[in-house]
């Protein structure tokens, strides 16, 4: 059997969905099956908002309200389907203010990984192993061949800032996706 941790999905009662969070963290810790039940979220979004005297202010909402995503530990079983332990089912559904999992016939079911992140719920990291200073290749089209050196790298939207220096020897910075440089050596 496989073991790995999948994001499920809570349905709590309106505006519960943090007091769900810490008191789920609270009965993990308590119980001791962090390795089991491994986070929550309640994904939000910053909104500004303009009242009726023209005040502006930024306000956190939440993306779903009424859920709570929690990350389980599952096991595979011999079809694959990933399952969780009844005890951390017990522990999720018997939360206050709990209501019930979303999932056919209220039974469990994970979130695809491509889900997870689309929702906001898991953060894809990206590891840039380019940092500013670092002598590039860059393999685009327009500029294969050339040799520049890194000014900036931006890991959110997977971009470098190149410095290459042109035909009369003026440097010129070039935006560049990560997949159109490569290391030198």
Known sequence: MEREARWYVVHTYSA??????ST??????NRGMQDQILGSAVPTILVEKVDSKGV?????????PGYVFVKIATESDD???PQISDECWWVVRNVRGVTGFVGPDNKATPLDRDKAIEMGVEKRRVEIAIKPGDMVNITHPNFDGFTGTVRE??????????????????????DLELKYVEAVG
């Not at 789920?24 to 810790?29: A, F, Q």
């Not at 502006?56 to 779903?64: A, F």
């Not at 790298?153 to 070039?174: C, S």
């Open 24 to 29: 789920l963290e609270k009965v993990v810790k």
């Open 56 to 64: 502006r202010k930024e306000v956190e909402e939440k993306l779903y």
């Open 16 to 21: 519960y969905e943090n007091k769900v969070m």
């Open 153 to 174: 790298v931006n890991p959110e939207e997977k971009t470098v800032k190149v410095a290459i220096t042109g035909l009369f020897g003026k440097e010129t910075l070039l």
């Open 79 to 81: 079809d694959g389907t």
